[in-house]
């Protein structure tokens, strides 16, 4: 079996389903500090799950804060032990193959596209469906790790507690859950789309690089599928409910303080998104670069 885990890397959070700044500058209207009058300040951290030097390029300010921080908590530990299972998860289960799935014509089509990404047709047959289609999504790497793995291994170095607010399972199930009409729905406009993946990848990378929350979350709402009641679910399942359960989550680390807080940037707008959530429990939620509450 070939490497899987520069595909695992990245399909921890899909980034398609997952006022201007310079260059190295990143951070403007993704930094929010968490605050509640009994406890120390936390701060809640937007990140876009790719490997781009533009999102790597941290403003001293978001350095700082993480520096300072006693933990750092990630949707899930990004660690090899999570790759490896991602990878397996990948996989379908022995004596299945993806071409007796799809059929002869659409399996073609789908092979000669990821054979462009490096993934022969051999390797293509152990795909899921859903698995097939997140590869085809993946932005390109530059081989490096992306912005979470950037963080984990920061927290690593400095010696700072780790937590996840997922276990890897409660992130999985969303996709293996997947009836096999959905997956073959979304495999199929994924393919349809790809001519034009790179484009949409690289507008959500310039929203975050800019700061833009409303942007990003507008970009990922303008690339759902054709099937409007599928994105929806899938929204519900991938985002909305995710909130809740990572909201409960870091409330123990919130009410410590001094915690660090990093998940996908599609999961703060919104009326369902963490920053209103945090304000119903109670916490003045604030970009970092305002005045904190007296």
């Known amino acids: 079996m070939w490497n899987i885990s520069k595909y695992a890397r990245w399909l921890i959070c899909p980034a398609l389903l ?17 605050h509640s009058p009994k406890h120390p300040p936390s701060f809640l951290f937007a990140t876009i799950h790719v490997d781009d030097r533009r999102v790597k390029a941290l403003n001293p300010q978001v350095v700082r804060h993480f520096t300072e921080a006693k933990t750092l908590c990630l949707e899930i530990l990004p660690d090899r032990e999570a790759q490896v299972a991602i990878g397996q998860a990948m996989l379908l289960p022995k ?3 993806l071409d007796d799935i799809l059929g002869e014509s659409l399996f073609n089509r789908l092979s000669l596209t990821l054979n462009k990404m490096g993934v022969d047709p051999v ?5 899921k469906p859903w698995a097939a289609m997140m590869v085809l999504s993946r932005p390109k790497s530059h081989g490096g790790f992306a912005l979470d793995e950037q963080l984990y291994r920061w927290a690593e170095y400095q010696y700072k507690e780790r937590c996840a607010l997922e276990t890897l399972q409660e992130q999985l199930a969303v996709f293996d859950s997947l009836q096999h009409k959905d ?4 495999l199929t406009d994924t393919l349809d789309n790809w001519p034009l993946l790179h484009d949409m990848n690289e507008q959500l990378i310039e929203a975050y690089v ?4 409303e942007g990003i979350d507008r ?14 679910r899938l929204r519900d ?26 998940v996908g940037a599609l999961h703060l707008p919104g009326e369902k998104g963490l920053l209103n959530l945090l304000r119903e429990q109670g916490f ?7 005045a904190p509450p007296p």
């Open 18 to 34: 997952c006022s201007l700044a310079a260059f190295g500058e990143v951070g403007e209207g993704l930094l929010w500090r968490v």
């Open 95 to 97: 004596p299945h193959s």
């Open 123 to 127: 390797q293509a047959t152990h795909l």
């Open 183 to 186: 997956q073959m729905a979304l």
């Open 210 to 213: 800019a700061g833009d929350l």
């Open 219 to 232: 970009l990922s709402r303008n690339m759902q599928g054709s099937d409007h009641e599928l994105s929806q």
């Open 237 to 262: 399942a991938l985002i909305d409910q995710r909130n809740i359960r990572m909201l409960n989550r870091m409330l123990p680390f919130l009410k410590k303080g001094r915690s660090f807080i990093a």
């Open 284 to 290: 003045v939620v604030t970009p970092a670069g305002s």
